[in-house]
């Protein structure tokens, strides 16, 4: 599975443990399962939207590629640990 | 602390009120806390606090800023402005419900080292380093979402003044390798046309002159190099009086 795969798997993992928490970013806020959804479809949404979940994803590409840690439970909760 | 506290917060803030509050106190740090963009920072969802038509209210002061967006464009001409220290972020500041208590940390440490008298230069550092931290901290806890929104946070929070403002202009990337990063910032597009027109008409004028006159350095120098000088000199004090390289 490549590694967008890994971490959109991983975070609706996360999203369905608290559906109800959420993520603001800037005037917008989601719910993490709805933040979860746009993660793996974002053909549908607004410019602003898309570009928002564009940079997060951008961002957990940079710290899965980079942070030990990070990619560890990424991997794990994915199920994709070796 | 000893410091002396003008709070003008708890409800929509109108841009007369923070005028106000600014023109007498000239040292006065400004801190904001609420929603911005590129340019602006606002007081309510229909008024803008401080823009780029009174950006000159932040100079020769510090500011502290949680808001979206400002040090794109606010915090850049601010900087040019001679604003002594701009903290902010270049892009929208994000947080999550599950870990207010980590952004809020986050975002009040930089005016708390502040206040413990380290310059803005470690505060910037510190404040990254306490962000690697948290991150490290809602990953062990499998808040992966926080996570991300708290690097993300680090990476879009700069302070102008323990570094300049970043640009991708070679003609302003140019003007700083020439002047240095305060008055590379001043210098407007119409300072700088204006100085790649001169430069340029001097050295076409004084190039057809070494073709066309037999004996272009002689003594006595010819009146052309009266002319020039003159023009020069006319062109400093024109430069000087509007302050495009004068801080």
């Not at chain 1, 979940?53 to 957990?60: E, I, P, R, W």
């Not at chain 2, 409800?11 to 904001?32: C, D, Q, S, Y």
């Not at chain 2, 931290?133 to 490290?136: D, K, R």
């Given at each position: 599975m490549?590694?967008k795969?890994?971490?959109?798997?991983?975070?609706?993992l996360?999203?369905?443990?608290?559906?109800?928490e959420?993520?603001?970013?800037g005037?917008?806020s989601?719910?993490y399962?709805?933040?979860?959804?746009?993660?793996?479809?974002?053909?549908?949404?607004?410019?602003?939207?898309?570009?928002v979940?564009?940079?997060?994803?951008?961002?957990?590409l940079?710290?899965?590629?980079?942070?030990?840690e990070?990619r560890?439970k990424?991997?794990?909760?994915?199920?994709e640990?070796? | 602390?000893?410091?002396k506290?003008?709070?003008?917060?708890?409800?929509?803030?109108?841009?007369?009120?923070?005028?106000?509050?600014?023109?007498?106190?000239?040292?006065?740090?400004?801190?904001?806390?609420?929603h911005?963009?590129s340019?602006?920072?606002?007081?309510?969802?229909t008024?803008?606090?401080?823009?780029?038509?009174?950006?000159?209210?932040?100079s020769?002061?510090?500011?502290y800023?949680?808001?979206?967006?400002?040090?794109?464009?606010?915090?850049?001409?601010?900087y040019?402005?001679?604003?002594?220290?701009?903290w902010?972020?270049?892009?929208?500041?994000t947080?999550?419900?599950?870990?207010?208590k980590?952004?809020q940390?986050?975002?009040?440490?930089?005016?708390?080292?502040?206040?413990?008298?380290k310059?803005?230069s470690?505060?910037?550092?510190?404040?990254?380093?306490?962000?690697k931290?948290?991150?490290?901290k809602?990953?062990r806890?499998?808040?992966y979402?926080?996570?991300?929104l708290?690097?993300?946070?680090?990476?879009v929070l700069?302070c102008?003044n323990?570094?300049p403002?970043e640009?991708k202009?070679?003609?302003?990337?140019?003007?700083?390798?020439?002047?240095?990063?305060?008055?590379?910032w001043?210098?407007?597009?119409?300072?700088s046309?204006s100085?790649?027109?001169?430069g340029f008409?001097?050295?076409?004028a004084?190039?057809?002159?070494?073709?066309?006159?037999p004996s272009?350095?002689?003594?006595?120098?010819?009146?052309?190099w009266?002319?020039?000088?003159?023009i020069?000199?006319a062109f400093?004090i024109?430069?000087?009086?509007s302050?495009?390289l004068?801080s």
């Open positions: 490549d590694e795969k890994i971490l959109i798997k991983a975070l609706k996360e999203a369905q443990h608290k559906p109800n959420r993520i603001y970013v005037f917008k989601f719910t399962k709805e933040f979860a959804c746009m993660l793996e479809n974002n053909s549908r949404l607004d410019k602003e939207t898309k570009k979940v564009d940079n997060f994803l951008k961002q957990a940079k710290m899965f590629r980079e942070n030990h990070f560890n990424m991997m794990t909760l994915a199920g640990s070796r | 602390m000893g410091c506290v003008f709070d003008i917060s708890g409800g929509p803030v109108t841009r007369k009120e923070v005028e106000e509050a600014l023109k007498p106190n000239p040292n006065a740090l400004f801190i904001f806390y609420n911005g963009s340019d602006c920072l606002w007081g309510s969802v008024e803008k606090l401080i823009d780029l038509q009174n950006v000159k209210l932040l020769n002061r510090e500011v800023t949680v808001a979206c967006l400002s040090a794109k464009k606010l915090g850049s001409k601010a040019a402005e001679g604003c002594i220290a701009y902010g972020y270049t892009a929208e500041f947080f999550s419900t599950e870990a207010i980590e952004f940390q986050f975002a009040n440490c930089g005016i708390k080292f502040k206040l413990e008298r310059s803005w470690e505060c910037l550092k510190l404040a990254k380093e306490l962000a931290q948290l991150a490290s809602l990953t806890e499998g808040k979402f926080s996570a991300v708290m690097e993300h946070d680090s990476e700069v102008y323990a570094h403002p640009t202009c070679p003609l302003r990337k140019l003007a700083i390798k020439l002047f240095g990063p305060r008055r590379g001043k210098i407007s597009v119409k300072n046309l100085f790649l027109l001169f008409g001097l050295g076409i004084i190039h057809d002159f070494f073709i066309e006159c272009p350095l002689r003594i006595p120098p010819h009146s052309f009266y002319g020039i000088t003159l020069l000199v400093i024109a430069n000087l009086n302050h495009s004068v």
